[in-house]
């Protein structure tokens, strides 16, 4: 069974432009997570869909981003236009379930560079 | 103040030694994972648990949940051991994490 994969694993892009960063969960996973670490800080919740809906956005920074799972299979998610604070490596998650106890797999990361 | 706090954030360990990592919480939760990221490379779960103990190979991982804590231990520590391990626990839908302790094993 294929894992999480995500693409690109590292982006390197200059302030203004447009980022879009891929997800393709495993397969038959209803719940898909953004996540986002910055250098030196921990790991940020971003969002998270149930299928293509979005069941909570509260971690998206700013109207700057926008994520989308349509057909509720792969996730996109777009940063435009990019800024220096936007740097970091974001990662995709998904699980089966959405019980506490549900094992989350992640991807290896997209990194961004933004210049 | 982050929910999840993690001791020590950087370790140096001789190969051989047992590692401990310590990892607090100040949320309810009903389980904790403990996380592993090569340099360069994605994350992997270690463990999930709600309670006592979990070992797989020689990795071992307690939780109390009375007390808030969890520790991740690694007995005859390997140079490939050498990684950033993450605290994540989860109250609701979302993850909170950890900031990582960053653990180099020395040949």
């Known amino acids: 069974e294929a894992g999480v994969t995500q693409f690109p694993s590292h982006s390197v892009i200059e302030k203004g432009q447009t980022v879009t960063l891929r997800c393709d969960p495993i397969?038959?996973?209803?719940?898909l997570y953004w996540y986002r670490r910055v250098m030196g800080k921990e790991i940020k919740f971003l969002l998270h869909?149930?299928?293509?809906?979005?069941?909570?956005e509260s971690g998206m920074p700013n109207n700057r981003f926008l994520a989308e799972r349509t057909g509720g299979t792969y996730s996109t998610l777009k940063v435009q236009p990019a800024e220096l604070e936007d740097s970091g490596v974001y990662f995709c998650?998904?699980?089966?379930?959405?019980?506490?106890?549900?094992?989350?797999?992640f991807g290896e990361g997209s990194r961004l560079t933004v210049l | 103040k982050n929910e999840v706090e993690q001791s020590p954030q950087n370790l140096t360990a001789q190969e051989g030694e047992f590692i401990t990592i310590n990892c607090s919480y100040s949320?309810?939760?009903?389980?904790l994972h403990w996380l592993q990221q090569h340099p360069g490379g994605g994350i992997v779960s270690l463990f999930m648990?709600?309670?006592g103990k979990k070992k797989h190979g020689r990795l071992i991982a307690t939780i109390n949940i009375q007390e808030k804590h969890s520790s991740l231990h690694i007995t005859a520590s390997h140079p490939r051991d050498s990684a950033v391990y993450i605290c994540?626990?989860?109250?609701?839908?979302?993850?909170?994490f950890g900031t990582g302790t960053s653990l180099t094993v020395i040949p």
């Open positions: 397969s038959g996973h209803d719940n």
């Open positions: 648990l709600s309670s």
């Open positions: 998650a998904s699980s089966r379930t959405t019980a506490n106890t549900g094992e989350l797999f």
């Open positions: 869909f149930v299928k293509e809906s979005k069941q909570d």
């Open positions: 994540a626990v989860r109250p609701g839908n979302q993850f909170y």
């Open positions: 949320v309810g939760i009903s389980a």
